[in-house]
T-cell receptor
Framework: GAVVSQHPSWVICKSGTSVKIECRSL??????MFWYRQFPKQSLMLMAT?????????EQGVEKDKFLINHASLTLSTLTVTSAHPEDSSFYIC??????????FGDGTRLSIL | KQEVTQIPAALSVPEGENLVLNCSFT??????LQWFRQDPGKGLTSLLL?????REQTSGRLNASLDKSSGRSTLYIAASQPGDSATYLC???????????FGKGTTLSVSS
């Protein structure tokens, strides 16, 4: 089946650090990737949608200069949290799809900012 | 704006019980509806996907129904097992190719 690999699975870093999270589709070409954020006991909230080769579309309230998304190839998208602060601590999950197919999710990245 | 609600937020049952998880959505113009399982600190595992034209889907002990006109879906789990303990998320898609909109989930605990 379709596999999405997300790395790293867990990050702890100091406030002010930039953190990069990778999302890879291992056995299919991901024309679209989605980035979600999940706070404790809350639902997954869509942050942005990225299509290969074009700029990401951000949801209302998500700062595009803070959460940089790059989808340079059909198998890789990255989310960079720039100058992270404690309020950015959350569980970040990516998903990938090929065309109109189903979304396949990564295992998520737990980000803790001290 | 589409909103997805799941009831109950948490559920505890003894092993062997049959149970129903509920999901409702405010905009009936959906493309499809999915049920996912999420284990603590983990990503999502897709359980069942129901297209808007379908009424139900079954996989093993799981059965999901969809009543699009009333904006409701249920996930029925038969003969629950401790391994079923997890958070179950319901999500809808408005149009083909768009992102999923999730409910907050129902956290299920099955005791042996």
């Amino acid at each position: 089946g379709a596999v999405v690999s997300q790395h790293p699975s867990w990050v702890i870093c100091k406030s002010g650090t930039s953190v990069k999270i990778e999302c890879r589709s291992l056995d299919f070409q991901a024309t679209t990737m989605f980035w979600y954020r999940q706070f404790p006991k809350q639902s997954l909230m869509l942050m942005a949608t990225s299509n290969e080769g074009s700029k990401a579309t951000y949801e209302q309230g998500v700062e595009k200069d803070k959460f940089l998304i790059n989808h340079a190839s059909l198998t890789l998208s990255t989310l960079t949290v720039t100058s992270a602060h404690p309020e950015d601590s959350s569980f970040y999950i990516c998903s990938a799809r090929s065309g109109d197919g189903p979304q396949h999710f990564g295992d998520g990245t737990r980000l803790s900012i001290l | 704006k589409q909103e997805v609600t799941q009831i109950p937020a948490a559920l505890s049952v003894p092993e062997g019980e049959n149970l129903v998880l509920n999901c409702s959505f405010t905009d009936s113009a959906i493309y499809n509806l999915q049920w996912f399982r999420q284990d603590p600190g983990k990503g999502l595992t897709s359980l069942l996907l129901i297209q808007s034209s379908q009424r139900e889907q079954t996989s093993g002990r799981l059965n999901a129904s969809l009543d699009k006109s009333s904006g409701r879906s249920t996930l029925y789990i038969a003969a629950s097992q401790p391994g079923d303990s997890a958070t179950y998320l319901c999500a809808v898609t408005g149009q083909a190719g768009t992102a999923l909109i999730f409910g907050k989930g129902t956290t299920l605990s099955v005791s042996s």
